[in-house]
């Protein structure tokens, strides 16, 4: 939500951080542990049209997430972070509602690559009052990227990538010093 309210994507993932970081807070004043509250502690956040930018934004939240998650004195690897992916609605146009099904398309890919958990697409015609049409359309889009592409078996479609990993790091570490 806050980044179709037009926040920048550091800027969202920043905010992200500073929101679980309360969230381990408020949790451990009332008692529980860092490592009772990790686990249950889930992400979401907008995937732009820009097939790169999704693929290094996810990356980019699960570097910020195992600094957090070490700096709580916890394994990273033991606490993997749950992340839901969305398009961002900022991207969509109401003019030529059409290409929003390639926005999506693209922006769900870098989700896909980028490593989300779960990701959830918006009707081609959200900003007018999504159609039956525009919902089954998203749900094939989602089914399509699972299923018949095989994204979802991929341990890291991304891993290795120089151009992938730089602009991966470049975002975690402009989002840690804007957290």
């Known amino acids: 939500q806050w980044h179709n309210k037009g926040m920048s994507q550091v800027l969202e993932i920043g905010y ?7 969230i381990f807070r408020s949790g451990m004043a009332a008692g529980l542990s860092a490592a009772q509250i990790a686990p249950k502690t889930s ?3 907008a995937l732009p049209a820009n097939l790169f930018d999704g693929i290094a934004k ?3 939240v699960r570097r ?12 990273a690897d033991s ?6 992916s969305m398009p961002s609605l900022r991207m969509f146009s109401l003019v030529d509602v059409d290409v929003n099904i390639l926005r999506t ?4 890919l870098g989700g896909a690559i980028g490593g ?5 697409a918006h009707a081609h015609d959200e900003l007018s009052g999504a159609s039956p049409m525009g919902r089954r359309l998203a749900r094939m889009q989602q ?25 991966s790091d470049a975002m975690a570490q402009s989002a840690w010093a804007t957290f």
């Open 143 to 167: 089914i399509m990227m699972i299923e018949e592409a095989g994204l979802g078996r991929s341990l890291d479609a991304a891993g290795g990538a120089a151009f992938i990993e730089a602009r």
């Open 58 to 60: 996810c990356r980019a």
């Open 64 to 75: 910020c997430w195992a600094g957090l998650i070490t700096a709580l004195g916890l394994d």
């Open 79 to 84: 606490y993997r972070l749950e992340l839901q």
């Open 16 to 22: 992200l951080l500073a929101a679980t970081t309360q």
């Open 43 to 45: 992400m979401c956040l």
């Open 105 to 108: 398309t693209t922006a769900l």
């Open 116 to 120: 989300a958990d779960i990701m959830t």
